[in-house]
């Protein structure tokens, strides 16, 4: 789901982190190593948050940003969960 200019939102069955972390570092390097036709390369950075029934669904995409923001703030091209 496209969630803002460069934000997307991957929503994924699992219910433990350390999945969720191996899914996103396994697209985060499938992205880094394909060439894209009229850019070459690109990198990215992945801010992950398990949601459970017992929250807002707004409050875990939320966490997912400040994860995102962590990510980018320690060195971008990175995985945060």
């Known amino acids: 789901i496209r969630w803002g200019g460069e934000e997307f939102i991957i ?12 899914m996103a570092q396994h697209l985060r390097v499938a992205i880094e190593t394909y060439q894209f036709k009229d850019v070459g390369a690109l990198t990215c950075s992945f801010g992950c948050a398990l949601h459970d029934e017992e929250h807002e669904i707004l409050d875990t995409i939320k966490e997912a940003d400040e994860k995102l ?7 971008r091209n990175r995985v945060e969960c």
């Open 11 to 22: 929503i994924c069955e699992t219910n433990q982190k350390s999945e969720l972390k191996e």
């Open 69 to 75: 923001y962590l990510a980018k703030n320690s060195g």
